[in-house]
Nanobody
Framework: QVQLVESGGGLVQAGDSLRLSCVVSGRTVSNYAMGWLRQAPGKEREFVAAIRAGGGRTIYADSVKGRFTISRDNAKNTVYLQMNSLKPEDTAVYYC???????????????WGQGTQVTVSS
């Protein structure tokens, strides 16, 4: 059974940083694509960032490129999302997810965590 547990969300001010963590069990993170997606109130779930299995190629949504960094620690079977220069429009529930292939569509991910709330005040 694949389980993903996110942590690290919170309430911050614009310009601050946060690091989200996602501990994975039942699947080896280095063997699968891992991603972060988010959903703001009243909006559809949207892609944020993903990292490919193996070599670690990464892709980002244009809205976060240059500010967010996805990474993984294979020894801890954990995926991270470092978020810098946060903006109020980054406010959302952030979900960790895993899939077989690197992609930027939330429908391409098979398993999801429960999410962690990130709120950025202006």
């Amino acid at each position: 059974q694949v389980q993903l547990v996110e942590s690290g969300g919170g309430l911050v001010q614009a310009g601050d940083s946060l690091r989200l963590s996602c501990v994975v069990s039942g699947r080896t993170v280095s063997n699968y694509a891992m991603g972060w997606l988010r959903q703001a109130p009243g909006k559809e779930r949207e892609f944020v960032a993903a990292i490919r299995a193996g070599g670690g190629r990464t892709i980002y949504a244009d809205s976060v490129k240059g500010r967010f960094t996805i990474s993984r620690d294979n020894a801890k079977n954990t995926v991270y999302l470092q978020m810098n220069s946060l903006k109020p429009e980054d406010t959302a529930v952030y979900y960790c997810a895993t899939g077989r292939f690197l992609n930027n569509d939330y429908r391409g991910f098979e398993y999801w965590g429960q999410g962690t709330q990130v709120t950025v005040s202006s």
